[in-house]
């Protein structure tokens, strides 16, 4: 079927169409389960697991079983994933980490949370979101772009064996399946403790399947195309796409599309259909001016630490499976 699709419309159409299906379905369950890692670190550091952590547990499990035994099964090959292949850099993940959990924690969402909250009417969220773009931009060709450099270079690692988590633990593919059933098992037990709504457990689940589902359709797409240039490998971020959408929209909109360029739409557009079809579309604001201070130093934070780590929550924390 890809075949036939590359033939048809070319790799770079058939990239951001994939991408616009792929975030079309992440945002409209993503919206409907409040999938949210924000919400979950505060459970977790409260010491009270409850609905929130399940959800973001479901997706996890989900995602790195359904990863894990497409890889398994011969079904995808991810080794030239730059997440895999290419060099890494330890302390960037650790610096960049922190700052983005602390700008989350600001902003009340991480980046694809924010997407979500602004396809309902949440206008902070779309002011946060601008930011947060810019702020990726900056740090990855702009002013913030030394600082970063310099932040990713006190500790790296080489690409290959070096970043898979399954050869430097000795788990293997098996030990990796394992260690997913097992936090699928633990999702399962809270959901039924805490009478979790279908929608919640459900939604989160296919929220992990989408992550599954991008890297089996651009590793499939990088190795049926034909065209120069190999399609790169990826799943679900919102960082470098953010920050790429922002470049296409103010620079570049005769470049050719990629699977970055649809995802962000999709999102948003998924996420809007939600919150339609469920009466949850909703004009909000800003309380006052400490809340807006708050959420824009959040979205400064999470777009120079996101960069910095090489993903988002969503990108490191459910892609990275």
């Known amino acids: 079927m890809l075949e036939t699709l590359l033939d048809r419309f070319g790799q770079a159409p058939v990239l951001a169409g994939g991408g616009v299906f792929i975030g079309f379905v992440f945002g409209f369950f993503a919206q409907r389960s409040r999938f949210c890692l924000r919400s979950a670190v505060i459970e977790f550091a409260r010491g009270m697991p409850g609905g929130k952590l ?14 894990q035994g ?16 290419a060099r890494g850099s330890l302390s960037g993940a650790a610096v960049g980490g922190a700052l983005f959990g602390i700008g989350m924690i600001l902003a009340r969402g991480c980046s694809s949370r ?14 946060s979101g601008l930011v947060f773009a810019v702020a990726a931009q900056a740090s990855w060709t702009g002013a913030l772009s030394p600082w970063r450099e310099h932040i990713s270079a006190w500790w790296t690692v080489e690409g290959g064996s070096s970043r898979d988590l399954t050869v430097i633990t000795g788990l293997g593919r098996p030990g990796a399946l394992l260690f997913g059933a097992v936090w699928l098992a633990a999702a399962v037990l809270w959901a039924r403790r805490q009478r979790v709504a279908p929608w919640g457990w459900a939604g989160a689940s296919v929220v992990g399947l989408t992550i599954a589902a991008a890297w089996w359709f651009t590793a499939g797409v990088a ?44 999102v948003f557009l998924g996420a809007f259909v939600a919150a339609a079809l469920f009466r949850e579309l909703k004009l909000e604001g800003f309380a006052g001016g400490a809340s807006m201070r708050r959420y824009l130093i959040g979205a400064l934070l999470m777009g120079f630490g996101g960069m910095t780590a090489g993903g988002c929550a969503v990108g490191a924390g459910l892609s990275g499976a």
């Open 223 to 266: 190795a049926t195309s034909m065209e120069a240039g190999l399609a790169p490998i990826q799943a679900l971020s919102f960082t470098g796409p953010s920050a790429e959408v922002l470049t296409r929209v103010l620079f570049a909109p005769d470049k050719p599309p990629t699977f970055d360029l649809g995802l962000v739409p999709g």
């Open 70 to 85: 497409l890889i398994a099964l011969g079904a995808m090959d991810v080794s030239n994933a730059r997440q895999l292949a």
């Open 114 to 127: 924010l997407l979500v909250l602004a396809a309902q009417g949440n206008l902070r969220s779309v002011l």
């Open 54 to 67: 399940t959800v973001w547990l479901f997706a996890f499990a989900i995602a790195l079983l359904a990863t």
